[in-house]
Each structure stands twice: as structure tokens, then as C-alpha cells.
């Protein structure tokens, strides 16, 4: 997305499994965000305000595809090994 930052919230990234433990949807925008999953895989996010954050902890390989639901056209991907 567009304005958002994406952290890792942890030293490397991934934990001893393999899987990234935790991510969170930053946003440094000046309009509110709201991320949703594609195809219901994590839970979608309340209205990400500027300077709110979003976390979700994909304990699942795979590939996350997201939107902003407030701006269709902004989309992104997460793939977990």
C-alpha cells in the first residue's frame, strides 16, 4: 500500500518454525486505512488512523494477499515460507 510501512516485529523476522511471527501495517498517510485479506485468511484491521498501526501474526506459510478497504486499488502481498 501506498504510505504504509510494513514492520517486522521481530530481531530477524522469522521464528525457529520458519514463519514470520508477527507483521504490522503502519500507516503514515494522512487519510485513514483499513487492511482487509482478499480471501479471509487473517483478520481484517479497524480504520488504521495516521500514525496507528495494524498487527497480525501469520503462524501458516503461504501467500496473503491484502487491500485497503477505504482504497480499493491498493494492494499488496505477504508471502510466509
Request: aromatic share 12%; charged share 25%.
Amino acid at each position: 500500500m501506498t504510505d504504509t510501512i510494513l514492520h517486522d516485529h521481530n530481531d530477524d523476522g522469522v521464528d525457529r518454525r520458519g514463519f514470520l511471527k508477527c507483521m504490522a501495517w503502519v500507516n503514515a498517510d494522512d487519510v485513514p486505512h483499513k487492511i482487509v485479506s482478499s480471501d479471509g485468511k487473517f483478520a481484517a484491521s479497524p480504520a488504521i488512523d495516521t500514525n496507528d498501526q495494524y498487527a497480525f501474526r501469520f503462524t501458516q506459510p503461504g501467500r496473503y494477499e491484502y487491500f485497503c478497504a477505504l482504497h480499493p486499488k491498493m494492494t499488496g502481498v505477504i508471502v510466509v515460507q
